[in-house]
């Protein structure tokens, strides 16, 4: 079974670090981009950072570009955000998502996890 | 960047009716970079559309998207209504910035 299983999230003080991490099952994930993407409380969804199957390009969203790294792990089928001097902006639910192959769009999720900045 | 902008931003409608939820960009862009997506409260995202038309698998064929013919105009239309439905929906474009627009629910009436 296609899987993707995020860990890593908590609470967290301004100006603190944390890494997320999403767990692969199931598909060839070296073969695919795989993206973060979330979610504050009551609002919409915000992409955050995607990164090519090799781990070669990356993109981020200007509000987290330099504070946060996407990074992947294909022996491990592991991918990671890496979050630095977290904000209580980026309070949110965290979902990681596989690319289609062949098509643009994030096919399978996981089921996310929260992550909360505060004193 | 590309900005989308979804209408309107909640739809109130009854079981068996047609739903149609628009997506306008702001600068017009191939139809291949867009997506659509369903999510339920307590849920994550699921694909829908992509590449403006085409259904992801498994997705209903009540499930159908459009493309105005401007390149900026994108259409999800729910044929008829069913309980399962009513949800909140979101197109995105697929760029270097995977920009989400910022959500149509669609409630029941």
């Known amino acids: 079974e296609v899987q993707l299983v995020e860990s890593g999230g908590g609470l967290v003080q301004p100006g603190g670090s944390l890494r997320l991490s999403c767990a692969a099952f199931?598909?060839?994930?070296?073969?695919?981009?795989m993206s973060w993407v979330r979610q504050a409380p009551g609002k919409g969804l915000e992409w955050v950072s995607s990164i090519s199957g090799s781990g070669g390009r990356t993109d981020y969203a200007d509000s987290v570009k330099g504070r946060f790294t996407i990074s992947r792990d294909n022996s491990k089928n592991t991918l990671y955000l890496q979050m630095n001097s977290l904000r209580a902006e980026d309070t949110a639910v965290y979902y990681c998502?596989?690319?289609?192959?062949?098509?643009?769009?994030?096919?399978?999720w996981g089921q996310g996890t929260t992550v909360t900045v505060s004193s | 960047e590309i900005v989308l902008t979804q209408s309107p931003g909640t739809l109130s409608l009854s079981p068996g009716e047609r739903a149609t939820l628009s997506c306008r960009a702001s600068q017009s862009f191939s139809s291949s970079y867009l997506a659509w997506y369903q999510q339920k409260p307590g849920q994550a995202p699921r694909l829908l559309i992509y590449g403006a038309s085409s259904r992801a698998t498994g997705i209903p064929d009540r499930f159908s998207g459009s493309v105005g013919g401007s390149g900026t105009d994108f259409t999800l239309t729910i044929s008829r209504l069913e309980p399962e439905d009513f949800a909140v929906y979101y197109c995105?474009?697929?760029?270097?910035?995977?920009?989400f627009g910022q959500g149509t629910k669609v409630e029941i009436k």
């Open positions: 199931g598909f060839s994930f070296s073969s695919y981009a």
């Open positions: 998502a596989k690319d289609g192959l062949y098509y643009y769009g994030m096919d399978v």
């Open positions: 995105q474009h697929y760029g270097s910035s995977r920009t």
